[in-house]
């Protein structure tokens, strides 16, 4: 009799883990299941539309630093398979790929349709059955073999892959079998600022901003923020939201964020502007252009000085000078409440790496079990690294499965 393998799930994990078991050992008989009437819904709004599919960071040891959960885990996957396999593998399958300027890869037709059609192709073309509407509700092992159970019907497989993502559902379903899990929280989110003192401001973004949370202040992210009608937003503050997604879910998302706009270094900051008392004494503070900052930002930060106008270098003093320190370097806003960045979001939490083969994605305890995709406890900054750990994970299970055979 031919192995039957029930994937529950039909997403990026789902569709990558079938389509490799399936090339591997073609006398398999797979099912993808999938709660909804849309497969691969995730993959089609993915990057904007554009489906970043990976990064060109390879190095494991590199790549690793970019998943807050799942660093110690991912480097021996990676090893296995890195963002360079996949790369190869879209190409192999069709899919030309092309690379932008912060290594971020998407398909070169600049939608994720292309990655669609190719996992859906593939996956029709290998005799991979699909079953929409088909929701798990309880999965129980019994004489060697897996029992399905959904609303209407039940179905039963020698091997059961789950790929759902993170749910209610399948969290009171892992409970049952025992599986620990580390209960999610949101990640990848921007920070709320209800009518914060820069909404004229709202579009004007900084290249090199330091972030950091007072009340956390073990963690400083660089990079891009954006002033935003709703509060902050950009690379940084995403970096800082995937890295203290716990932290900020037990502060109830109310904080206070500082930020440093333009990565100053306090000492030669201070240095630069007592430079100016001796240089350009007569010369208005307000009209100093060496921040390296937006003209519009800088004047904003300086009238929220409380300064005058006319104010010039001779005059500002020592304790205008820290004044500028601070307002330039710990810029304070107070944040309450989260938004969803359109681009990406996902959840950390999830299966407990502890009770996963990092050999195999299996189930420890669970004869004939698997995981992968979102529903571990892994995940990652924006980049492509969500989806790299999916794809790394099912081809690693696809590559055990067939050794067993
Ligand atoms: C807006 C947005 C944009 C993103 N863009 C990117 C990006 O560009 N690059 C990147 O790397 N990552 C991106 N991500 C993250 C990435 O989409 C996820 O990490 C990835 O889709 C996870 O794949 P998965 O297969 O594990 O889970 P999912 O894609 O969530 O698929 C799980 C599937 O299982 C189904 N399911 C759930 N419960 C059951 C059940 N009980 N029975 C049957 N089926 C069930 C669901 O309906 C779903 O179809 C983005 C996420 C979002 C929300």
Redesign the pocket.
């Known amino acids: 009799m031919p192995k039957t393998i029930s994937i529950?799930?039909?997403?990026?994990?789902?569709?990558?883990s079938a389509i490799n078991i399936a090339k591997k050992n073609p006398s398999y008989r797979i099912t993808i299941?999938?709660?909804?009437n849309?497969?691969?819904?995730?993959?089609l709004?993915?990057?904007?539309g554009?489906?970043?599919?990976?990064n060109t960071i390879s190095d494991p040891k590199v790549l690793v630093n970019n998943y807050p959960r799942g660093f110690d885990f991912l480097g021996s996957v990676f090893n296995k398979f890195t963002t360079l396999d996949t790369q190869k593998w879209f190409t192999k399958h069709g899919v030309n790929l092309k690379t932008e300027s912060d290594g971020?890869v998407f398909p070169a037709t600049d939608s994720?349709e292309t990655i669609y059609k190719c996992l859906y192709q593939n996956c029709i073309e290998l005799g991979v059955n699909i079953k929409l509407k088909?929701?798990?509700?309880d999965l129980t092992f019994n004489q060697g073999r897996w029992h399905l159970k959904?609303k209407e019907q039940h179905e039963s497989s020698d091997i059961a892959i789950l790929?759902?993502?993170?749910?209610s559902?399948?969290i009171r379903?892992l409970e049952k079998l025992s599986i620990p899990i580390i209960q999610p929280v949101p990640s990848?989110f921007t920070f709320n600022s209800k009518n914060h003192k820069q909404l004229n401001l709202s579009g004007i973004s900084v290249s090199n901003a330091l972030v950091s949370i007072n009340e956390l202040p073990n963690r400083t992210e660089n990079g891009s923020l954006l002033i935003t009608h709703w509060g902050y937003s950009g690379p940084s503050i995403l970096k800082l939201s995937s890295w203290l997604a716990f932290d900020i879910e037990k502060l109830n998302y109310d904080f206070n964020l500082s930020i440093n706009w333009n990565s100053y270094d306090l000492k030669s900051l201070e240095k630069r502007l007592f430079l100016n008392v001796i240089n350009n004494p007569k010369q208005k503070v307000r009209n100093w252009n060496e921040h390296g900052l937006p003209k519009r930002l800088w004047q904003q930060l300086f009238d929220s000085t409380g300064f005058k106008d006319y104010v010039n270098w001779s005059e500002i003093g020592k304790k205008g000078i820290d004044k500028l320190i601070s307002i330039l370097t710990k810029y304070e806003v107070r944040i309450l409440g989260k938004t969803?960045?359109?681009?990406?979001?996902?959840t950390a939490g999830g299966i407990n790496l502890g009770a996963v083969d990092v050999n195999s994605f299996s189930i420890k305890n669970h004869s004939n079990l698997y995981a992968?995709?979102?529903?571990?406890n892994i995940?990652?900054v924006?980049?492509?690294?969500?989806?790299?750990?999916?794809w790394s994970g099912a081809y690693i299970l696809s590559e055990h499965l067939s050794n067993m055979h």
């Open positions: 529950i799930g039909g997403g990026a994990a789902g569709f990558f299941y999938e709660a909804s849309n497969l691969l819904s995730k993959v709004i993915s990057g904007g554009r489906c970043n599919v990976t971020r994720s088909h929701r798990l509700i959904f790929a759902t993502g993170i749910n559902g399948i379903l990848l969803t960045y359109k681009e990406e979001f996902v992968v995709g979102e529903l571990l995940d990652a924006t980049g492509g690294f969500n989806f790299q750990a999916a």
